[in-house]
């Protein structure tokens, strides 16, 4: 017989702190289009396209829109050298930015499912006092039949 457990159950809470990384740009002088972005001379974050090449998606980003210090650099390089090769040398301005992420958490067990008892464990269990036949080999030409 099982012991019955009450529904729900706490399993436990605790919080985090963890960063993330976000790009801001801006120019010193007339607006600049970056892509579907205007930038003027206040800081604005930089938003990016995903797609499957370049620099890879964060892994921890939790819908949060930021990115791994790394990818924040590889970004904010990317901003410059996309303004060069559009040739507008708009004096454009980057910074990263750094965002602490605080998260608390708990995790609450809520109903069970498929409970199976001693009694029907003999369909997912292997018989380990059977032997299964072996295989006869398959012939390899005409002759062989």
């Known amino acids: 017989m099982t012991e019955e457990t009450e ?38 974050t930089v938003s990016f396209v995903q797609c499957d090449f370049g620099v890879p998606t964060p892994r921890f980003d939790g819908g949060h829109g930021l990115f791994g210090y790394a990818q924040a650099q590889a970004l904010l390089w990317w901003v410059h050298a996309n303004d060069e090769a559009a040739r507008s040398f708009s004096s454009i301005e980057t910074r990263i930015v750094k965002h602490e992420i605080k998260e608390n958490y708990s995790v609450t067990a809520i109903s069970g499912h498929v409970e199976i008892g001693p009694e029907d464990r003999s369909n997912i269990l292997p018989d380990w006092g059977k032997k299964s036949p072996t295989p006869k080999p398959e012939p390899e030409t005409e002759n062989d039949k």
């Open 7 to 44: 529904f729900p159950k706490s399993r436990g809470n605790g919080n985090s702190t963890r960063y993330g990384w976000s790009v801001e740009a801006r120019v010193s002088r007339d607006p600049v289009a970056l892509g579907d972005q205007i930038f003027d001379t206040k800081w604005r």
